[in-house]
């Protein structure tokens, strides 16, 4: 009775283990730099972690008064090896075991340590020698981590800017300087032996202020643009991130790794800069920030890894008030150093945004009064993109797939008013969040038609709620899937309960 009892008590658990929770944006981590004098105690770094969907934190160094205050929590924590530490773990595998005893063992696994990244940007370093000792510090610390038990527990890597890139666009065509070539195939080989992921800095901020532009601008932030079309594929990218990752993406398939995991190590938008800085303001930050995770969430990929969000740590935690150089070096902060927030980009767990499963900013509710349609005069190219981007958000355009309830008409207009208004419904109801480039406006007028039913108008009222009720089927099943998961829960849990009673009565 007691291994019968054994074997379906783990045979549950396996079957819970693959519902994972709804709350946990495992994907979205963020960059815990110590640049600074006026940085909370890590123990207050480490309850305002808890308090957001935030869950990952990537350490420059091997702070042990973070890494401890972190233990519990369950927050993943890459640490990091300086690239002044890189000579002598290269040369030494002493060192890199001393190095794993004084930074891991003291405090994993009560500290979920993830990832050891050795050095930052090194190839960049225009430093030779610096270069060819890399790996070997990469390598020594493979051995030091294996000789504890800890090989593949903890991977090891390195991070890369996208300088290393001598081609990114299109991104199709993606590929490593060649320069840089050499250095990156043993990199590139470990990575893939150890199951380590390769580590980027993607900043479209940077591209921005390399090319000014409003719609470079729109493009960057993730709002409506007229998009960009890769010339070997075919594909339209709708933001700037997307087509970045890509091209890493391309980079490596050109050099065989095509496997090998794409881990975003930094990326953010400044909230403030000089004034010969372009692009820098709380608005845009926002803009960036917030649209990035909510792309993240709704768990689309890119265009060239599909289905999958790439796991990204936002730059930064806080201001970094001592960091050198133009004033926007001090202002990527998504929180202040009191606590509270620099600006809202829905990363709080008590906040709308962060129980919408579409990865949308706001509920999902309907509580607007109006539909958002397109303007008229709006071209079908200007109403093409903004379908496009809207269908890139993580709402649900399957109604206007072919045998959807709102396909016909089958045109851009139709079309558009329907991605347009869902996209409004599921946003904070903001005027601009039903602007679409100037091409859509709010009506009174209900839109719908047949059985194509757009959701919105009445605010909570007898007829909204009878649209909600009769909205079309891919509505109805997204909800049925999160009743279904609840129900298997509470089955599990009343098998598991009984289970143990037949238990009790046997004993």
Excluded at 174 to 190: D, H, N, R, V
Excluded at 289 to 305: D, E, F, Q, R, V
Excluded at 423 to 450: E, G, H, I, L, R
């Amino acid at each position: 009775m007691m291994a019968l009892l054994r074997i379906l008590i783990s045979l549950l658990l396996i079957f819970i283990s693959h519902f994972p929770s709804s709350h946990a944006e495992s994907f979205i981590g963020v960059n815990y730099g110590q640049v600074a004098d006026n940085l909370p105690p890590p123990s207050e770094t480490a309850k305002l972690l808890q308090s957001t969907s935030i869950q990952k934190v990537r350490l420059y160094g091997a702070d042990p008064a973070i890494i401890k205050a972190l233990a519990g929590t369950g927050v993943g924590i890459v640490i990091g090896a300086a690239n002044g530490d890189v000579p002598s773990l290269a040369s030494d595998p002493n060192v890199a075991g001393q190095w794993i005893n004084s930074n891991v063992l003291p405090f994993y696994p009560a500290s979920k340590i993830i990832l050891i990244t050795v050095g930052n940007e090194v190839l960049l370093s225009n430093d030779p020698n610096l270069v060819n000792q890399l790996l070997p510090a990469m390598q020594n610390l493979q051995k030091a981590l294996e000789a504890v038990s800890l090989g593949g527990k903890i991977k090891v890597s390195t991070v890369h800017a996208m300088t290393v890139l001598g081609s990114s666009d299109p991104p199709s065509a993606g590929s490593f300087a060649p320069g840089y070539q050499t250095g990156l195939k043993g990199i590139l080989q470990f990575l893939s032996d150890t199951g380590s992921p390769f580590a980027i800095n993607p900043y479209p901020f940077f591209a921005y202020q390399s090319d000014p532009r409003p719609e470079t601008l729109s493009f960057c932030l993730f709002q409506p643009n007229a998009g960009r079309v890769d010339s070997k594929t075919g594909i339209k990218y709708t933001n700037m991130f997307d087509a970045q990752v890509d091209a890493v993406h391309s980079a490596l398939k050109s050099m065989g790794f095509e496997k090998v995991e794409i881990v975003v190590a930094e990326t953010g938008w400044a909230s403030r800069g000089d004034a010969n800085e372009v692009g820098t303001s709380v608005d845009n930050a926002r803009a960036y920030n917030g649209n990035l995770i909510a792309h993240l969430k709704s768990m689309i990929g890119t265009p060239l890894m599909p289905g999958k969000p790439v796991d990204t740590y936002l730059f930064a935690l806080y201001d970094e008030n001592l960091k050198p150089g133009p004033s926007s070096e001090r202002a990527f902060g998504l929180f202040k150093t009191d606590l509270s927030m620099a600006y809202d980009v829905g990363l709080a767990k008590s906040s709308s945004s962060d129980s919408n499963s579409s990865g949308q900013t706001p509920s999902g509710k309907v509580t607007s009064t109006g539909w958002c349609v397109p303007k008229k005069g709006a071209t079908d190219d200007q109403l093409q993109s903004s379908l496009d981007w809207a269908c890139g958000q993580g709402i649900d355009c399957g109604p206007i797939q072919p045998g959807g309830a709102c396909f016909e008409p089958n045109n851009v207009a139709s079309h558009a008013a329907y991605a347009m208004n869902m996209y409004f419904q599921k946003s904070p109801k903001q005027p601009t969040d039903c602007d679409f480039s100037k091409t859509a406006t709010v009506t009174s007028q209900n839109p719908s038609y047949n059985s194509c039913v757009y959701p919105g108008g009445g605010g909570g009222a007898a007829g909204s709620k009878a649209v909600m009720n009769k909205y079309v089927s891919s509505d109805k099943v997204e909800k049925k899937s999160g009743a279904t998961e609840t129900n298997v829960y509470s089955s599990l849990s009343f098998l598991l309960i009984f289970m143990l009673l037949i238990f009790h009565v046997n004993m």
